[in-house]
């Protein structure tokens, strides 16, 4: 591991957020102690999986370089992003690291046409070019994710169904030909029919043009599907990380074995559907220990007191008191 | 035919409006027969645009402009008289409306007043049909039924902010089975929640359904949902029913062509094979394609189908289906 290039490595990173007013000192860790790293030479899509509010649109944000984090370290290539200063700098981090957004009606302006976004957003990473060479580039990134300036431009976006709008808004992000791209949710607000056409164009980006992907979502059904490393977040940790496949055959942190069985297998009966009681996450935040321990069926004491540890086998982290030396059950 | 608690015959509605001087007529609804029987959960599956959600509208009896109904009927049968919904005033409705048929609503956050506190919203949406209760009786009621739903009396002093996704989600499923109506038509019920709750609400639904043994009509995009909760599944595309068949048999042996690619397509945890997705894209229902609304798109077209437009028969399969190549 040691002759491979580090793209992007997040090192502990840390985001706080203060709940309530001016005088309130309660804090929400949103992000705490996430730490993951994307190889340069080695493409790679991580799905980060967690529920609404588990902090994943907090982390979406850290890596897009929206907010910089409390502590730890982001660094993309081994340059900090709190070292980064001035507009060069922060164009240059852009043009490696770009978003897809969930909704792309939303993405889109709705009084321009489509192509007249695109070839804005070619001008703003390549200033100096002629207009013919911004046409190329913008047709370049059509035709890589199987659309052309003919079917989309001089189009608006209701003109388009979701699948292409959002075939285009993926457009969009390759245009300055990043080496990460950010998808929040990308396939959430797709047809059923076309939600599996941007899922595959995510593996045919990593494949042909090398293009590391975090998808964050809470499908695990897609997540295993596409992704090669998986990553579950629950209140603001990484409480599993490691191959998809080892992960959501054999989950070994109990939340992760609750969102597994909680997927709907898409086969008639198959899935078991308890009626059991009602779980809010709503004070889990707040809690000291590990942040499950009050849905854990497996909690004990120690876990209501200190937050768990990560253990490391392999590529595998969990953090939980069942794993680790203190446990060696 | 007495099995039957709604029954809609030819069931076409347009959304009609006059836009500077311009007509539009987008043809949402083209041609639906539905059977729905007591006791039973009926789903129907469909994507975005697909007139789901105005179906659902027609069958609750709500029409108003600029949607419009064209052709066909909608008949409520759990009335000792059958009840043609579009021939009945405004007041009959008003009576069959959450003593027989309920609704539980897409996105729990919207329906709950944000500033009326639960209890009130119980006042505001089903005491108005339960006048038999005193006020005290409606109160106790209200808090035993939500017992059942595993949701303690202190909700009712809650506003909807300080309740999770899951527990509003409760409340709306609450304020729908108060009367214990003949049929709950459920829009997307689970569609915002987080796959744990996801699970546990449609487990509450299940059991809510078994207790009444009444029909609940569920709408959803998401097939894996119908796939563990609906006796019989209704496959919706560009306003018309293409597909219609127990839940085993339109999973198993299906035989539309978009109802088997659907089937084909979704993902499932352990299941890496590669998926496949239809080109182009649902058509505009303002200018729907001749002949069966799906050859654009279809795989297997031929002449036929772009002229003639299918209809609903039974199959060798098991299942009804709308295509001229099924067998």
């Given amino acids: 591991m040691s002759e491979t290039i580090e793209l992007l490595t997040v090192k502990n990173a840390k985001k706080s957020f203060r709940l309530g007013g001016l005088l309130s000192n309660k804090e929400i860790i949103a992000v705490n102690e996430v730490s993951f790293t994307l190889f340069a030479d080695k493409p790679d899509i991580l799905s980060i999986i967690g529920e609404s509010g588990s902090g994943k649109s907090t982390l979406s944000r850290l890596i897009l370089r929206l907010l910089l984090p409390d502590s730890g370290t982001i660094a993309l290539e081994g340059k900090d992003v709190h070292t980064m200063k001035g507009r060069k700098q922060e164009l240059d981090y852009m043009r490696r690291v770009q978003p897809i957004f969930q909704n792309p009606f939303e993405t889109f302006n709705p009084l321009n046409r489509v192509d007249e976004f695109l070839f804005a957003t070619a001008k703003n990473f390549y200033s100096g070019r002629k207009q013919s060479q911004v046409k190329e580039t913008v047709e370049m990134a059509l035709q890589a994710v199987g659309l052309s300036l003919a079917e989309v431009g001089e189009r608006y976006p209701h003109e388009l169904s979701g699948g292409q709008l959002q075939r285009a808004s993926v457009a969009r992000a390759i245009i300055p030909n990043p080496k990460i791209l950010v998808a929040d949710e990308p396939v959430s607000m797709v047809d059923a029919s076309l939600r599996m056409s941007i899922v595959n164009l995510f593996q045919d980006l990593k494949n042909t043009l090398g293009t590391s992907i975090i998808y964050i979502t809470h499908d695990l059904a897609t997540a295993y599907y596409i992704s090669d490393r998986i990553a579950i977040i629950h209140k603001g940790y990484f409480v599993e990380q490691g191959d998809t496949e080892a992960i959501l055959t054999r989950p070994k942190h109990p939340y992760t074995k609750l969102l597994v069985e909680s997927t709907l297998d898409p086969r008639p009966g198959a899935t078991s559907l308890a009626d059991g009681e009602i779980s809010t996450g709503d004070e889990e935040y707040l809690a000291v220990g590990c942040k499950f321990a009050a849905r854990c069926p497996r909690a004990m004491d120690i876990c209501r007191k200190v937050q768990p540890p990560e253990t490391i086998e392999g590529n595998w982290k969990v953090r939980c008191h069942l794993y680790g030396e203190n446990n060696a059950s | ?327």
């Fill in chain 2, 1 to 327: 035919m007495s099995d039957l608690i709604l029954q809609t015959k030819g069931l076409r509605a347009s959304y009609i409006t006059h836009l500077y001087g311009i007509d539009r007529e987008v043809k949402v609804v083209d041609g639906v027969d539905l059977a729905i029987r007591k006791n039973e959960f009926f789903g129907i599956a469909g994507e975005s645009g697909c007139g789901k959600t105005t179906l659902l509208k027609l069958i609750a009896g709500f029409c108003k402009p600029p949607l419009q109904v064209q052709a066909g009927s909608v008949e409520f049968l759990g009335l000792s008289e059958p009840m043609s919904l579009f021939e009945s005033t405004e007041d009959e409705l008003y009576k069959i409306r959450w003593r027989n048929i309920s609704y539980i609503m897409q996105g729990s956050m919207n329906v709950l007043n944000p500033v009326r506190k639960v209890f009130k919203s119980f006042e505001d949406f089903a005491y108005p049909h339960m006048q038999d209760l005193t006020p005290a009786q409606f109160k106790q009621r209200v808090i035993e039924h939500l017992g059942n739903l595993r949701l303690g009396k202190e909700v009712l002093d809650s506003y909807p902010h300080e309740l999770s996704g899951g527990m509003r989600q409760r409340v709306t499923i609450g304020l729908a089975t108060l009367c214990s109506p003949q049929i709950i038509i459920a829009d997307e019920p689970t569609t915002a929640l987080d796959v744990v709750v996801q699970r546990e609400t449609l487990g509450l639904i299940k059991r809510i359904q078994k207790e009444l043994a009444n029909t609940i009509i569920l709408v959803t995009h998401d097939l894996a949902v119908h796939a563990n909760v609906c006796d019989r599944i209704a496959i919706m595309y560009a306003g018309t029913i293409v597909e219609e068949g127990k839940t085993t048999d339109i999973f198993d042996r299906s035989t539309h062509p978009y109802t088997q690619h659907l089937i084909r397509s979704l993902p499932r945890l352990g299941d890496k094979e590669k998926k496949g997705y239809l080109k182009g894209a649902p058509p505009n229902l303002a200018d729907p394609p001749p002949g069966c609304r799906f050859h654009p798109r279809c795989p297997l077209a031929v002449d036929r189908c772009r002229v003639e437009v299918p209809r609903l028969e039974p199959k060798k399969s098991g299942t009804m289906a709308a295509c001229f190549l099924a067998e």
